[in-house]
């Protein structure tokens, strides 16, 4: 699922550029979704997802370096907190990984997208942010739509060691979230994303060396395809950010969730249940909420402050 960015100054803002560059975000972060979902069938454990995620999506981001802002851009200013945020990060997207091998693609997206329902409690309790009384609604929305998926109780329900675990990566995402508007006052998008890409690699490099095993080359090829998709998707959603504000371009997310039932469909000839469709409803009204609302304080505090 997305990850959240931070954006640079814009010149101006470009509302359709930044929708179709968000909307082909979107679209490459399904793609990855599904392509390490394919390799975990083929035996390819989380770990090495990361390793291999961060080895075959690192050129790319390179390239990017070169072409874009540039190598003096990856100089941090506070290593310790990269290395935070390294651990943060990668506590997440290792249980989202985790989550693809033990759910259905649908399901497993749409509890991740419950990662602005936790980023808005941690926000409170760390940031110590006023959350008014509409928020918590949406929040409260936005778990009762997790209790619609996991229908807890029925035969037919999801695992819970599945659940658990897609909640684990959701949570991971949202202290990503927390964390990069802390870093964002001092270090670059560049240096964010790259020593993120370095950290997974050494970590999974260490552990793909310890629990890894061999693959043929057609679960190589689904892993090439997951990274360079994984890597595109997160500098279309920078660049998305450079052309518009966050309030225009980020309701647009909410589409992975048709393209994870649409390539669910596609690939695994699974729909989903109405139970999935109910829930994802109510998460995604709920991440929507939460983002108007914010939008809405963010305007009236800016209309609100007197010029200088």
């Not at 897609?166 to 927390?178: E, F, N, P, R, Y």
Request: aromatic letters at 8%; one cysteine or more.
């Amino acid at each position: 699922m997305p990850t959240a960015t931070i954006s640079a100054p814009r010149p101006a803002d470009h509302p359709m550029r930044g929708i179709l560059l968000r909307i082909g975000s979107v679209v490459m972060f399904g793609i990855m979704q599904a392509a390490m979902k394919l390799a975990g069938e083929h035996g390819v454990i989380a770990i090495e997802m990361v390793f291999y995620r961060s080895i075959f999506g690192l050129p790319i981001v390179l390239a990017w370096l070169a072409i874009g802002p540039g190598f003096a851009t990856i100089r941090p200013n506070r290593p310790r907190a990269h290395v935070w945020r390294s651990i943060i990060g990668l506590s997440g997207i290792t249980l989202n990984f985790t989550a693809l091998i033990l759910l259905p693609l649908a399901d497993a997206t749409t509890i991740g997208f419950t990662a602005p329902i936790f980023a808005t409690i941690l926000s409170a309790l760390l940031l110590h942010e006023h959350v008014g009384r509409h928020r918590w609604l949406a929040v409260a929305i936005g778990f009762l739509g997790v209790v619609v998926i996991t229908r807890p109780g029925a035969a037919s329900g999801l695992p819970a060691i599945g659940i658990l675990v897609a909640l684990g990566g959701a949570v991971g995402t949202s202290a990503v979230t927390v964390t990069l508007r802390q870093l964002g006052s001092t270090e670059t998008v560049g240096a964010i994303v790259f020593w993120f890409f370095v950290g997974c690699a050494i970590v999974g490099g260490i552990g793909t060396a310890i629990w890894g095993s061999g693959h043929d080359a057609a679960t190589f090829g689904l892993l090439t395809i997951g990274a360079w998709a994984g890597a595109a998707a997160q500098l279309l959603m920078t660049a998305s950010l450079r052309a518009a504000p966050v309030s225009t371009v980020a309701p647009f997310d909410y589409l992975q969730i048709i393209i994870a039932i649409s390539l669910g469909w596609l690939i695994w000839a699974t729909g989903p249940s109405l139970a999935t469709l109910a829930g994802a409803a109510m998460i995604a009204g709920s991440g929507l909420y939460t983002a108007y609302r914010e939008h809405r304080l963010r305007r009236d505090s800016v209309a609100a402050t007197p010029p200088v």
